[in-house]
């Protein structure tokens, strides 16, 4: 079965970035025709000149709205997308030259209505980017919940490489108002709308992630802000392992004071974890550089995490109030 695909890019503030991410869409090796389209989503500055210079390369459109969020942009670009297939991308990323060849190739093999590809980190990333890449996909921190093989329970795409049928889209409406955690939420509503999710292993995005430390912090206390909220909207979907970056500070600070107080194996245990992530971050990126970094990204990671899980299910379980309410930072209106 022939399929039209439309890449759908939702953009704010960023012509830099998305002019990377067309160049790659401009070389992709796929031989039959596919459309781009670009939302700007309220933005200040503008790509329209960016875009305007890959007419000529790619079936493009570039739509332009009042700013809502990403999850709206997402919907409000695949309502006006011609494609049977959307595959969501966000602006910060750049595609190797086979992707959509190799997404093709996999859903004539095994079709399902939503996919997911994980991230990788470019040989021309800064340090601290492969770092934040290594605790953000590695099976030691995250266990591979953003595209690992060895990922535990069933899959959840994120929106950074996702794609989504036209029928899918349809059935559920798309993406909520609720930002980080509207891909998940995506997600467990297409499985109760009886859709199949599925990993796409060798369908990667080189993800640049311009952050800095105290961005990825504030980003990664969101991540944990959201996830008690999708937990109470989606009860049966709660795990026990998701307070697992909660439990590991509070372990480690506990840790800390029994070997003040002369006990040091809990200490031992942690060192021995940290040791097992910087080998096997050396490994991976053949960097002592990068794996003395990662150690401080899985700090960071566990300690954002875990601080806003802690918070949202404290205040979830005890306020009266809704998470619109609690939580307006994570929702559009």
Not at 77 to 102: Q, W
Not at 120 to 133: C, D, G, R, T, Y
Not at 196 to 207: E, K, S
Not at 311 to 322: D, I, M
Request: net charge positive.
């Amino acid at each position: 079965m022939d399929r039209y695909f439309s890449f759908i890019i939702p953009v704010y503030n960023r012509p830099n970035e998305i002019e990377e991410l067309l160049r790659s869409l401009a070389v992709q090796t796929f031989s039959k025709p596919f459309e781009v389209v670009v939302i700007e989503d309220g933005s200040t500055l503008p790509s329209d000149e960016v875009v305007a210079d890959f007419q000529a390369k790619l079936s493009i459109t570039y739509l332009q709205k009042p700013n809502s969020g990403p999850g709206d942009s997402r919907n409000y670009g695949m309502r006006h997308a011609n494609g049977d297939y959307f595959i969501i991308l966000d602006s910060d990323c750049v595609l190797p030259p086979k992707y959509l060849e190799i997404v093709d190739r996999e859903l004539q093999r095994s079709y399902v209505d939503c996919y997911g590809g994980p991230d990788a980190a470019h040989k021309s990333f800064s340090l601290v980017q492969k770092a934040i890449n290594y605790a953000m996909t590695s099976f030691l921190t995250t266990g591979g919940i953003r595209g690992s093989k060895k990922a535990l329970g069933k899959f959840q795409p994120r929106s950074f490489n996702m794609g989504i049928s036209h029928k899918a889209f349809e059935a559920t409406g798309g993406f909520g108002k609720i930002h980080p955690g509207e891909d998940p939420d995506l997600s467990i509503r297409l499985w109760k709308k009886g859709f199949t999710t599925a990993l796409v292993p060798d369908a990667f995005v080189y993800h640049k992630r311009r952050i800095d430390w105290s961005k990825f912090f504030t980003q990664v206390r969101k991540f944990g802000t959201v996830r008690p909220i999708l937990n109470k909207w989606h009860p049966k979907t709660a795990k026990a392992t998701y307070w697992f970056p909660t439990l590991f500070c509070s372990g480690f600070i506990i840790a800390l004071v029994l070997w003040y107080l002369g006990l040091i194996l809990p200490v031992l245990l942690f060192v021995s974890y940290f040791l097992l992530i910087f080998l096997d971050s050396l490994v991976k990126n053949k960097s002592i550089a990068i794996a003395l970094l990662s150690l401080l990204a899985v700090v960071i990671q566990f300690a954002g995490y875990g601080f806003g899980f802690l918070k949202s299910s404290l205040l979830l379980a005890l306020s009266p109030k809704e998470p619109q309410e609690l939580f307006p930072e994570v929702f559009f209106q």
